[in-house]
């Protein structure tokens, strides 16, 4: 077993891959799992380089929830409740929350288990592909518990106030296939990772300005927000990509039928 619990790599393409890398226990969060994603989550909200990211876990699993043994020793459970003056969220929630800190799309490839603070990281991503048989649960209430690492900020963007009683409820295993259905997944894929990969490559050779922006605007404006608010952010965001170097070249690159040749972020 490694004490790295997060890999990460960054291709030249801007691509960065993190890996949940604790893979002999089904890459199950123990209190340095939970410090190493805020750490990395932080770090890639900093790169100017990161055009798109995804997160995966190593072996079999995605993530197979928390690592209750672990949690258990040490006031371990106490530090999760802990929260950060001028941070939104507790360390247990910013696993979650953190990865819509980053301002390049998040993609999550899940495979094997996804369950409870699993389920909870991947809900955190802009989008999820996972295989059709893929285990996927909202498992807290099998502990006598709720879920609270972020997934009131999360869920309701994604599936109906009754579906998601109905998992939290039960707390039961659904595959991949239905995950799609009920909307928890966005594509259900043979492998996750390839297909995951290759939309964070395309969408990495698209102005990163633009990609940004739009992620932001869906961010503050999805379901719940005042419209006058929403459609001032939509007019903000456009007049400062209009005639930027980046939204130019893409003009530029469009009308000469060439690849975009995208500057980064400052």
């Not at 900093?46 to 072996?59: L, P, S, Y």
């Not at 404006?221 to 952010?233: K, N």
């Amino acid at each position: 077993m490694t004490d790295q619990r997060i890999v990460v790599e960054i291709d030249d393409a801007g691509v960065a891959t993190a890996t949940l890398n604790r893979a002999d226990k089904h890459n199950a969060l123990d209190p340095a799992m939970f410090d190493a994603l805020i750490d990395v989550t932080g770090t890639l909200a900093q790169d100017k380089r990161v055009r798109a990211v995804v997160v995966h876990g190593a072996g079999k699993s995605f993530c197979s929830g928390l690592d209750v043994s672990s949690l258990g020793k040490g006031g371990g459970v106490d530090s999760l409740l802990e929260r950060e003056p001028g941070v939104l969220g507790n360390h247990a929630q910013r696993v979650s929350l953190d990865w819509g800190r980053i301002p390049a799309p998040v993609i999550a490839a899940i495979t094997g288990n996804c369950f409870g603070g699993g389920l909870q990281i991947a809900l955190g991503a802009d989008i999820r592909y996972s295989t059709p048989d893929a285990r996927l649960s909202i498992m807290e209430v099998k502990w006598g518990l709720v879920p609270d690492m972020g997934i009131t900020q999360t869920l309701p963007r994604l599936v109906s106030a009754d579906v998601a009683k109905e998992l939290t409820f039960t707390g039961r295993i659904v595959d991949g296939s239905e995950a799609h259905r009920l909307g928890l997944v966005t594509r259900v894929v043979d492998d996750p990772l390839a297909a995951a990969l290759d939309l964070a490559h395309e969408i990495a050779s698209k102005s990163p300005h633009a990609v940004r922006a739009a992620k932001r605007l869906y961010d503050e404006s999805w379901a719940g927000t005042d419209p006058a608010a929403a459609l001032m952010l939509e007019s903000e965001l456009q007049v400062a990509l209009m005639g930027s170097p980046n939204q130019m070249e893409a003009v530029h690159a469009g009308m000469a039928r060439r690849d975009a040749r995208f500057a980064d972020p400052e």
